[in-house]
């Protein structure tokens, strides 16, 4: 909803996108521009690359206008319009990087509720970027759209959603409609008016799959019409990396950890862990007890690395430490990785 801007910030120099949505006269004034301040706020409790970053909101004559971060790119469904239907494997990626910025909002207690070929930017750096939260609900606020409003695009709009039902299982579903439009070259709903789109929203099957391929069953499983046995996001993401080609997950360059007293992998099941701060370092490293218990090191530092900051060290055996590392009775840590190249984050518990 409403234009969005190029704009040039002068204050730091550089250039944003600034969105200006219409405010109507008469009473619905007020909601309006106080549902453009609700979206700023919503978006801005979200940091991630593949949603739009919120900078400001600046208010002229009570008039809101949201600066975003530019964007440049294309919308997914202009890249369709132009370009045509894309390849399975391409819609699955762009798929993988929509169900990454949905799950970040998810966490930060958000619903998009209009996730549509026209809110999905094909960045020309490489990115998918999930815009436009002006219907978008969060966790402890009360909606702005009046009772018995139906707000959002009926082509992707989750049948729960006609009961006025806001759930995250809703923007699945119209992250299956998306996909669909964007594989097929048009919605899994296409009607010629819009009662007759909604009607078939509740009652039919999506359209025949004809391009598809290895995508419908993830198609599919996305646009059950049942909330509850609709595929979660954990079983869409296997199934699209198993459709872009990234599936079955490789061994990662890792860091592997091992324990005094703990039991073999073998023998354990995946435990969910508390992240920690990065470690860098040519392979392999032995810190914490393992110096102290004679484990080989090969080099004379470690860099604790703590965001873009590197905090004092002290010497632990001759050897750098930085100050605050925990000694949790770690005894190996060994990166596959280069010297100089930041590992992910991995996870291990912080007392054994």
Not at 163 to 174: N, P, V
Not at 206 to 223: K, N
Request: aromatic residues 6%.
């Amino acid at each position: 909803m409403g234009t969005v801007w190029h704009g040039h910030d002068e204050l730091l120099t550089r250039e944003v996108a600034i969105k200006e949505v219409p405010l109507p006269d008469g009473p619905e004034r007020t909601i309006v521009a106080e549902r453009t301040r609700q979206e700023a706020r919503v978006t801005a409790r979200i940091s991630h690359p593949n949603v739009a970053a919120v900078y400001d909101v600046v208010e002229v004559s009570g008039q809101p206008w949201i600066v975003l971060e530019l964007v440049r790119s294309r919308t997914l469904g202009q890249t369709v319009a132009q370009d045509g239907p894309l390849s399975p494997r391409t819609v699955a990626k762009i798929g993988l990087e929509l169900l990454r910025g949905l799950c970040a909002a998810h966490a930060a207690g958000i619903v998009h509720l209009d996730v549509k070929p026209d809110n999905v930017l094909l960045a020309h750096d490489g990115r998918v970027v999930l815009t436009d939260f002006g219907i978008a609900v969060m966790d402890g606020d009360a909606s702005l759209t009046p009772a018995g409003t139906l707000t959002g695009t009926m082509a992707y709009l989750a049948p729960e959603r006609v009961t006025g039902d806001t759930r995250r299982q809703s923007d699945l579903w119209s992250l299956g409609a998306t996909l669909f439009m964007a594989v097929e070259g048009r919605p899994p709903f296409c009607r010629d008016t819009t009662i007759h789109t909604l009607v078939a929203v509740l009652a039919d099957p999506p359209d025949p799959f004809q391009r598809a391929g290895p995508l419908a069953a993830v198609l599919a499983g996305l646009l059950d019409k049942n909330p509850a046995t609709r595929l979660d996001a954990v079983g869409a993401r296997e199934q699209l990396r198993h459709v872009a080609g990234l599936w079955p997950l490789k061994d990662e360059p890792a860091a592997t950890a091992v324990f005094p007293g703990a039991e073999s992998a073998a023998g354990r099941g995946h435990r969910r862990r508390s992240p920690v701060r990065h470690i860098r370092g040519p392979a392999p490293i032995s810190v914490g007890s393992a110096l102290r218990r004679g484990g080989a090191l090969r080099t004379s530092t470690l860099t604790w690395s703590a965001g873009n900051m590197t905090v004092p060290v002290r010497r632990v055996n001759g050897h750098a430490l930085p100050a605050d590392f925990p000694d949790p009775g770690l005894r190996f840590v060994r990166w596959a990785y280069g010297w100089g190249r930041r590992p992910p984050a991995r996870h291990w518990p912080s007392a054994i």
